[in-house]
């Protein structure tokens, strides 16, 4: 609405509390851009010294350059980079080193998603479930993560496509 920017200068201009800055986040912007953040050169024009603006976009674009500007991509894993991180995150589950087949963190990427917090999660249900073996197969990714509505989709589409319509 049109009170939001004069909002946020308030917060961005109000004395902070029990810390030396405010921290303001402002998130939702699909993309940030001049136009979907008119208010930001003025911001970025008398930048207030006691606070910071926390802008999360999932794209940045034409932004005016400023020194109290820093833009700090945060995207999102995917592929090898979020396997790998669920390997990594495998170990702090409690599962041995190598504890999570390549082919198990993959069906768990493609069931849970790309959200950290729950793959951690289904990670700490599968360490759970891998006991003092601590190994987890692709087996048991399969009988404890349900698939995902995408997966299940992507698997009738390709069982239509080979002709395996009972199948479909």
Request: aromatic fraction near 4%.
């Amino acid at each position: 609405t049109g009170q939001e920017p004069r909002l946020l200068l308030e917060h961005l201009r109000t004395a902070p509390f029990g810390s030396p800055f405010r921290l303001v986040v402002v998130d939702g912007f699909g993309k940030l851009e001049p136009k979907t953040a008119p208010w930001l050169e003025e911001v970025l024009k008398t930048p207030p010294s006691r606070a910071r603006l926390l802008l999360c976009a999932d794209e940045c674009e034409g932004l005016p350059r400023s020194a109290g500007l820093q833009v700090i991509s945060c995207a999102p894993l995917k592929g090898a980079a979020l396997e790998q991180w669920v390997r990594d995150q495998a170990k702090e589950a409690g599962l041995a080193p190598g504890g999570i087949d390549p082919r198990a963190a993959a069906l768990l990427t493609a069931r849970v998603g790309t959200g950290l917090q729950a793959l951690a999660l289904a990670l700490e249900e599968l360490a759970l479930l891998a006991g003092s073996a601590g190994r987890v197969t692709e087996q048991e990714v399969r009988a404890l993560i349900p698939p995902s509505l995408r997966e299940t989709c992507f698997e009738i589409l390709d069982a239509a496509a080979a002709g395996r319509v009972g199948q479909a």
